[in-house]
Each structure stands twice: as structure tokens, then as C-alpha cells.
């Protein structure tokens, strides 16, 4: 059977810097840390990743291992929307006023203008269709700026016959305009590599609305004479209704532009089955990774803001009992900090216990208050560190733990290292050699 060829697209979207010649360099990439290293699976490939740097060179560097085998790619990117968004650090502020919150620069959509945004989605659009599988789905998730620029690069990338959906988001919240009605919505598009994609409608079903319901009980008549299986439910229509996160308190990280879970597990549960791999490159505070985590998929993540990556990171240590995945960073990001994570140990017999004094910065030492997690390998190899035990802080709590205890099978001389990180996102660091005696005669 001859296979049929895709459409080409009516229409091209060009702009003055558009470059068809892209070189797609691509930076060594190495794990810095292993989380729970116990309980990762044994194959490598298997392996969930969560990597820091930018989302072009991961992307290129994941093409020899992972081209054609995501099933899904979710990408959220910036928005052309010109703005700065903070980052809320404090701790139980009043959600009413936003003026008492205490903040952090979270990322910026700023540009110099349209071009050299699509400059930046362009290439990265490209990367995305590559590490796709013939059977994958695309979802892009974009609002009224830059939309209609982005389904005239998909139909290029990806076939015009390939649009699956236009899925609108809509949400309620407070709104500055006075001149205009209130831009309530976002855009998802949706795209396949292919006519053979996944697509779960029994997992992603819904209830009728009573009213609904109410109609076919009371006539049969109702439907053009066609019934429904009223028990089943329906699969959606293309606008959902998903609060968003600033009034879901329960997800709340702080992280600026947040998605709410439900709405990623709706994708995930449509367009990807259990053991399959999921892709996010602007991963942001992670709600892709966590529900693609929680529903049984393998994931990657990708993020440029050390603040993205350890929120993420955090999130998986508050919400996933010993989660496991690898950590990777560019090799050329990897640097020294001038300031020391400073720690006491204390040994009696075969147990070990770690206090975290704070950080110290020449001579002055500060306390840990800004630290959201801190973390210890009990035998650390020089190379890769292995977080065995982590201390977090909640997202609302004031304070954090600052001890944790560690026994030791046998005796010997160990190497201890325990990393902290900010809530910048900024990893500080403390090596300490032990040495274990023989336990007492009884």
C-alpha cells in the first residue's frame, strides 16, 4: 500500500532573521546527582532526568539516546507576553495583597522584538519533532500573543493535516482591562507526527451535566433518537475549565505562570499510556514531571532558571515518597561557590548524625533561613553525589529540620557530603571524612 504523502502547508511564516540553516549545537551533559539512587531502575534509559541548561542544546544532546522515542512532548514556553514574572518566596502572606509579598525574579518574556522570539521557538519546535515517535503527540501551550505565529510554524514542521485539536483553557481571575473584554483563555495546540497517535478517550472521560442526564430520562426523543451511555460519561469538548493554580492553595509553589495538575493530567492520560516517556523542555516549576510521575510514565524535564529546576526538584521531595530520577547539569555550569555549607557531626557507635549550622561566607556565617532543601550522601565517591536523605521545607513552613541520622552497616572510613540549595535555586556544598569503629562488645 503506498504510503500517502503529507500536505504541504498553504501558507509559510517568514520574518526578517528567520534562518533555515540552523546549526543545532549541542553541550555535554553529565548527572551531578543521583535522588534515592536505590530505587532507580537499572537500566539507564529507563531512568526519569531532570536537567538544567538550555532546552535547544538538551534537546540536541538527547537526539543520539532519545530521538523518535517520546511519546509525548509538552512544552509551555514563554508567552512574547513582554513581561517580568516574580517568584513569591514568603511564607503564609496574604494572598489578597500582592503588595506585602516577598519575591524573587522568577524568568522573563522580553524580547527585543517578534522576531527574535520566533528566533528562539522556531529551532526549538524543530528539536521537539525529532525526539518525537512516528505515533507521539505534540502540545503547545501558548495564549494570544504568539499563537497564530506557532500553528503557521506547526503546519510547516509538522503537516497542516496533522492538527489534532485547538484546545482552549479557560479560567476566571481579576483583570486590569477596561477597554477590551478580559482575556480569560489560553491555547493549546496539538499536533501528531503521524495518523497512528495515541489517543485514550476512556481516560479522559467526563460526567454528563445533570441537566443533560435530565433531558434523555424525560424523553426518548432527546439526541436525534440517539441514546448515550449516560454512565460512562463523555470525552471532553475542546474547552476545558480548570481552575487556575493562584486559587488551588494546595499546589501553590510559588513559581511564577504555574499550570494546575488536572489540566496536565488530562493530556498525559490522553496522549501517553503507563511506561511510555514524556517530554518537557520548558519544564518550569514541574507540574508535567510530578503527574506524568504519579500516572506511571518516564519523563524528562528540561529548564535554563536554576529557581525552575529546584522547585521542581523540591516539589518531588514534598509531593513523591523517595522519588527517584538523575540530575543533570552542563559541564561548563559547574562551578565552585565561594560559600561553604557548614555541618557538625556527631558518631556514636554505627549511627552518624548531621546538623546543619548554615552557610559561610569567608567569615561570616549565615543561617539557613533561606534554605527550602538540603540533602546527604553517607558515602560520597567523589564523582556523582547520591542523595540518600533530604530534609525539605514546606511551602509554608517557617522552619526546616536540621539534623538527619544516618546507621551505617559496617564499620570503616566513609566520605559525608551534604549540599543545601537556596531558594534561588543556588547549591552550596560540605565534604567531611568520618571513620566508623567497631562496635562495642556487648
Known amino acids: 500500500m503506498k504510503r500517502k504523502q503529507r500536505k504541504e502547508p498553504f501558507a509559510k511564516l517568514q520574518w526578517h532573521s528567520r534562518n533555515e540553516d540552523l546549526v543545532q549545537a549541542s553541550v555535554e551533559y553529565t548527572p551531578t546527582t543521583l535522588v534515592n539512587p536505590s530505587k532507580l531502575p537499572a537500566k539507564k534509559s529507563d531512568r526519569s532526568k531532570l536537567l538544567l541548561g538550555d532546552n535547544l542544546a538538551v534537546m540536541a544532546a538527547l537526539q543520539d539516546e532519545l530521538k523518535g522515542q517520546f511519546h509525548l512532548i509538552y512544552m509551555d514556553p514563554p508567552f512574547l507576553s513582554g513581561k517580568r514574572y516574580p517568584a513569591r518566596i514568603g511564607r503564609n502572606e496574604d494572598s489578597r495583597r500582592p503588595e506585602d509579598w516577598e519575591t524573587i525574579e522568577g524568568y522573563q518574556d522580553t524580547w527585543k522584538d517578534g522576531a527574535a522570539y520566533l528566533d528562539m521557538l522556531y529551532p526549538r519546535l524543530l528539536q521537539a519533532h525529532q525526539l518525537l515517535s512516528h505515533n507521539g503527540t505534540f502540545y503547545l501551550h501558548l495564549d494570544w500573543h504568539a499563537c497564530a505565529y506557532a500553528r503557521v510554524l506547526l503546519d510547516e514542521i509538522f503537516g497542516a493535516d496533522r492538527l489534532i485539536n485547538e484546545i482552549i483553557w479557560v479560567y476566571h481571575g481579576p483583570s486590569p482591562i477596561k477597554t477590551a473584554f478580559k482575556r480569560k483563555h489560553d491555547t493549546i495546540l496539538v499536533y501528531s507526527k503521524s495518523a497512528e497517535y495515541t489517543f485514550n478517550a476512556d481516560a479522559v472521560r467526563i460526567p454528563y451535566n445533570p441537566s443533560t442526564i435530565k433531558t434523555f430520562e424525560s424523553s426518548a426523543k432527546a439526541g436525534f433518537g440517539k441514546m448515550p451511555d449516560l454512565e460512562r460519561g463523555k470525552v471532553p469538548e475542546d474547552w476545558w475549565y480548570f481552575p487556575v493554580v493562584a486559587r488551588l492553595h ?31 523542555f520548558f519544564c518550569g516549576s514541574g507540574t508535567s514531571l510530578i503527574v506524568a510521575n504519579r500516572l506511571g510514565r518516564r519523563w524528562v524535564g528540561c529548564d535554563a532558571s536554576p529557581l525552575a529546576t529546584s522547585t521542581t526538584y523540591r516539589r518531588f ?79 509554608k513552613d517557617e522552619e526546616i529540620d ?9 564499620q570503616g572510613k566513609y566520605q559525608i557530603a551534604a549540599r543545601c540549595t537556596d531558594h534561588h535555586g543556588k547549591v552550596r556544598e560540605s565534604i567531611i571524612s568520618i571513620d566508623i569503629p567497631s562496635p562495642r562488645p556487648q
Not at 256 to 277: H, M, V
Not at 337 to 345: A, G
Not at 357 to 364: F, H, K, R, S, Y
Open 250 to 280: 494546595s499546589e501553590r509553589t510559588g513559581y511564577p505562570t504555574q499550570k494546575p495538575e488536572a489540566l496536565l493530567e488530562r493530556i498525559i492520560l490522553a496522549s501517553s499510556n503507563p511506561g511510555e516517556l514524556v517530554g518537557d
Open 317 to 395: 521531595l514534598l509531593k513523591e515518597t523517595e522519588p527517584s530520577f538523575e540530575y543533570y547539569q552542563a559541564k561548563e555550569r559547574a562551578s565552585d561557590c565561594s560559600e561553604k555549607m557548614e555541618i557538625d557531626v556527631m558518631i556514636e557507635e554505627m549511627t552518624v548524625e548531621v546538623s546543619f549550622q548554615g552557610i559561610v561566607d569567608d567569615a561570616e556565617k549565615l543561617f539557613p533561613g533561606c534554605i527550602i532543601y538540603w540533602e546527604v550522601d553517607w558515602n560520597f565517591n567523589g564523582q556523582i553525589f547520591a542523595s540518600k536523605s533530604q530534609i525539605v521545607r514546606g511551602w
Open 402 to 410: 536540621l539534623q538527619i541520622r544516618h546507621a551505617y552497616p559496617n
